[in-house]
């Protein structure tokens, strides 16, 4: 294996957080790693709602965080969430200083959507539906402006190496089929969520928690990783991954159907389209479980404005031969965002020395049992910043690097049947019998195929969900339906493996 030495920090993931922590190391050396090229292969690219931020004269930062507590289900941090709220404004000006085009009023303030749970409509857009693209396109180009950052596509990560003490030296990347274990004074892990765990995502499917995993492998405390966020609105065609009909087509008044052209969502909440994502998901879900099926119709809301509104919706559905301005679009229920992750602090401190965490393999405690629309592009803006500029303050402790935990590959075939059974087992309903026929087939795929860090992954969101016997936010459990009182999951991975959480009583 080759060995290196980076005089400075190692950023590893380029979606919005990771990005934005390799900016704010500044002037300190970045050596940023990324398994895709830049902008391919991070959901932040693929984000369409756009960043909630209190802007509006009618809004303000406590309002936005008493949203976004409220949609957490009990277990959001307060502090943190006005925190999240506060800082919000001054970082959706930041990125429309680096030339991130949001929508602008005829008065030149910024225009604002609603989406679901929002008390406001406060969700800053670009071009409709295309936030994400946009702002990475403008984050992108200051990186690769910068003379502090040098970008190393390719390589992925395959190891947290440490030194005697515990504290994270550095990470293991494999590019083009070698192995390089690079030291650094810290590691800032932004590698996104776990949306390719399931056969149904709205996530590049490249993104199947190994941040979450080595980390976990490393001894770092994880919480929530229980809390998987299913968005209700994929567009049901069958594809890997499932293209996204933007939530802010129900904010625009585009409405839910059954094959019948009924609408349901009254039945199940009295926000109807609006209710939180997590009841509108299991609506839908029970919908088509029912066999009623379910569409989204924006016939009326967008009507012939939709190619204009929501380009990128409207050429997913032309692909495949669906005019959304005549027709409605069939939905699916598709993982979207995980709620959990390595535990961090507001300045990205995770429990091991020398490893920082941001963005959506984080878990800060901003989004609790249920995130708040629009606020993971936010959370990654203002946490990847602050993450950066904590992580530029470590100096090199200069130990050596002990031999470090590289896990097997999974082979797709069995990838195919881990993705399949946790769309099954650990989606948007749970129970304690398909939980445990989930940590069965993960078992058996363990014995056959070795600690491949997907599998790892997956363990920590079927154990956790197997423990928590209440039903909260995302988190539904069939046999489990009621409240118990709030408590967060804080876990480690030696409590994982023990065999009291892997196989509770039925
Ligand atoms: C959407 O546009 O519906 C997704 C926004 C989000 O997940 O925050």
């Given at each position: 294996?080759?060995?290196?030495?980076?005089?400075?920090?190692?950023?590893?993931?380029?979606?919005?957080?990771?990005?934005?922590?390799?900016?704010?190391?500044?002037?300190?050396?970045?050596?940023?790693?990324?398994?895709?090229?830049?902008?391919?292969?991070?959901?932040?690219?693929?984000?369409?709602?756009?960043?909630?931020?209190?802007?509006?004269?009618?809004?303000?930062?406590?309002?936005?965080a008493?949203?976004t507590v409220?949609?957490?289900?009990?277990?959001v941090d307060p502090a943190m969430a006005r925190l999240l709220a506060?800082?919000?404004?001054?970082?959706?000006?930041?990125?429309?200083?680096?030339?991130?085009?949001?929508?602008?009023?005829?008065?030149?303030?910024?225009?604002?959507?609603?989406?679901?749970?929002?008390?406001?409509?406060?969700?800053?857009?670009?071009?409709?539906?295309?936030?994400?693209?946009?702002?990475?396109?403008?984050?992108?180009?200051?990186?690769?402006?910068?003379?502090?950052?040098?970008?190393?596509?390719?390589?992925?990560?395959?190891?947290?190496?440490?030194?005697?003490?515990?504290?994270?030296?550095?990470?293991?990347?494999?590019?083009?089929?070698?192995?390089?274990?690079?030291?650094?004074?810290?590691?800032?892990?932004?590698?996104?969520?776990?949306?390719?765990?399931?056969?149904?995502?709205?996530?590049?499917?490249?993104?199947?928690?190994?941040?979450?995993?080595?980390?976990?492998?490393?001894?770092?405390?994880?919480?929530?990783?229980?809390?998987?966020?299913?968005?209700?609105?994929?567009?049901?065609?069958?594809?890997?991954?499932?293209?996204?009909?933007?939530?802010?087509?129900?904010?625009?008044?585009?409405?839910?159907?059954?094959?019948?052209?009924?609408?349901?969502?009254?039945?199940?909440?009295?926000?109807?389209?609006?209710?939180?994502?997590?009841?509108?998901?299991?609506?839908?879900?029970?919908?088509?479980?029912?066999?009623?099926?379910?569409?989204?119709?924006?016939?009326?809301?967008?009507?012939?404005?939709?190619?204009?509104?929501?380009?990128?919706?409207?050429?997913?559905?032309?692909?495949?031969?669906?005019?959304?301005?005549?027709?409605?679009?069939?939905?699916?229920?598709?993982?979207?965002?995980?709620?959990?992750?390595?535990?961090?602090?507001?300045?990205?401190?995770?429990?091991?020395?020398?490893?920082?965490?941001?963005?959506?393999?984080?878990?800060?405690?901003v989004?609790?049992?249920?995130?708040?629309?629009?606020?993971?592009?936010?959370?990654?803006?203002?946490?990847?910043?602050?993450?950066?500029?904590?992580?530029?303050?470590?100096?090199?402790?200069?130990?050596?690097?002990?031999?470090?935990?590289?896990?097997?590959?999974?082979?797709?075939?069995?990838?195919?049947?881990?993705?399949?059974?946790?769309?099954?087992?650990?989606?948007?309903?749970?129970?304690?019998?398909?939980?445990?026929?989930?940590?069965?087939?993960?078992?058996?795929?363990?014995?056959?195929?070795?600690?491949?860090?997907?599998?790892?992954?997956?363990?920590?969101?079927?154990?956790?969900?197997?423990?928590?016997?209440?039903?909260?936010?995302?988190?539904?459990?069939?046999?489990?339906?009621?409240?118990?009182?709030?408590?967060?999951?804080?876990?480690?991975?030696?409590?994982?493996?023990?065999?009291?959480?892997?196989?509770?009583?039925?």
């Amino acid at each position: 294996m080759q060995r290196l030495q980076h005089d400075g920090v190692l950023v590893v993931g380029a979606g919005l957080a990771g990005l934005s922590a390799a900016l704010a190391a500044a002037p300190r050396r970045v050596l940023l790693l990324t398994g895709a090229p830049l902008n391919h292969g991070c959901s932040s690219a693929w984000a369409q709602g756009g960043m909630a931020v209190a802007l509006a004269p009618d809004d303000n930062p406590d309002l936005h965080a008493a949203d976004t507590v409220a949609a957490g289900a009990g277990l959001v941090d307060p502090a943190m969430a006005r925190l999240l709220a506060a800082e919000g404004p001054a970082a959706v000006h930041a990125l429309a200083a680096l030339g991130a085009p949001f929508d602008r009023a005829a008065d030149g303030t910024f225009a604002q959507s609603l989406e679901a749970a929002h008390s406001r409509a406060r969700v800053a857009r670009v071009k409709g539906d295309q936030a994400g693209r946009a702002i990475m396109e403008a984050v992108t180009a200051a990186v690769l402006a910068a003379p502090h950052i040098e970008v190393r596509a390719g390589a992925r990560l395959r190891g947290l190496p440490q030194d005697a003490s515990g504290r994270v030296r550095g990470v293991i990347v494999e590019q083009d089929g070698a192995l390089t274990e690079i030291t650094a004074a810290a590691v800032i892990l932004a590698t996104g969520g776990v949306g390719g765990l399931y056969a149904v995502t709205t996530t590049p499917a490249e993104l199947r928690g190994e941040g979450l995993a080595l980390a976990a492998l490393a001894g770092a405390r994880i919480a929530d990783p229980e809390f998987v966020q299913f968005h209700p609105t994929a567009i049901d065609l069958g594809r890997d991954p499932a293209p996204l009909a933007t939530e802010a087509l129900r904010g625009e008044g585009a409405v839910l159907v059954n094959a019948d052209g009924q609408r349901f969502m009254a039945r199940y909440h009295p926000a109807a389209e609006l209710a939180p994502r997590d009841v509108v998901a299991r609506a839908i879900h029970a919908e088509r479980e029912a066999g009623r099926g379910a569409s989204l119709d924006a016939r009326e809301a967008a009507g012939a404005h939709f190619p204009d509104e929501f380009p990128t919706v409207f050429a997913a559905c032309l692909s495949a031969g669906i005019d959304p301005r005549v027709q409605p679009i069939p939905i699916v229920p598709a993982c979207h965002y995980h709620m959990g992750g390595i535990d961090a602090d507001a300045d990205g401190h995770t429990s091991l020395s020398g490893l920082f965490a941001a963005g959506e393999c984080a878990s800060v405690g901003v989004h609790g049992a249920n995130r708040l629309a629009s606020n993971s592009l936010l959370e990654a803006a203002v946490f990847g910043v602050r993450a950066g500029a904590a992580a530029a303050r470590e100096t090199d402790p200069e130990t050596p690097a002990l031999p470090a935990v590289i896990p097997p590959h999974l082979p797709a075939e069995a990838l195919t049947r881990l993705r399949q059974a946790m769309s099954r087992d650990a989606g948007v309903i749970r129970d304690a019998a398909g939980l445990n026929r989930l940590l069965a087939a993960i078992d058996a795929l363990e014995a056959a195929h070795g600690r491949a860090a997907s599998l790892v992954a997956a363990r920590l969101v079927a154990g956790c969900a197997l423990a928590r016997t209440e039903s909260r936010g995302a988190h539904f459990r069939a046999d489990a339906t009621a409240v118990s009182k709030p408590r967060r999951t804080f876990v480690t991975w030696a409590d994982i493996a023990a065999p009291a959480l892997r196989y509770a009583a039925e």
